[in-house]
């Protein structure tokens, strides 16, 4: 089992970035999918989730309105698109699969918004 993020960076406030999660090993569809980041010294956050067809979507409060998470499943493949970046969103982003108490985590991808 592989889920391997891409797409982090250093970005400016107010840019965008797309964050990309590959997965592999095991049934994608069959799995909720959801983006998680976290701060040192903070505890991880809940950024978006999608469900397993792609027809339901949260987002946390902070990010909504600006991020949006989608998947293909053909591609195994979930997605963040981030807009209107702020240095507030700097952190780890990880990619979470989950179904029925199954979880699995990506290694993450740093995200850094400065000026």
């Known amino acids: 089992v592989q889920l391997v993020e891409s797409g982090g960076g250093l970005v400016q406030p107010g840019g965008s970035l797309r964050l990309s999660c590959a997965a592999s090993?095991?049934?994608?569809?069959?799995?909720?999918m959801s983006w998680y980041r976290q701060v040192p010294g903070k505890e991880c956050e809940l950024v978006a989730a999608?469900?397993?067809?792609?027809?339901?979507?949260n987002y946390s409060g902070s990010v909504k309105g600006r991020f949006t998470i989608s998947r293909d499943n053909a591609k195994n493949t979930v997605y963040l698109q981030m807009n209107s970046l702020k240095p507030e969103d700097t952190a780890v982003y990880y990619c979470?699969?989950?179904?029925?108490?199954?979880?699995?985590w990506g290694q993450g991808t740093q995200v850094t918004v400065s000026s």
């Open positions: 999608i469900t397993r067809a792609g027809d339901g979507k």
């Open positions: 979470n699969a989950n179904t029925y108490g199954r979880v699995y």
């Open positions: 090993g095991f049934t994608f569809s069959s799995y909720v």
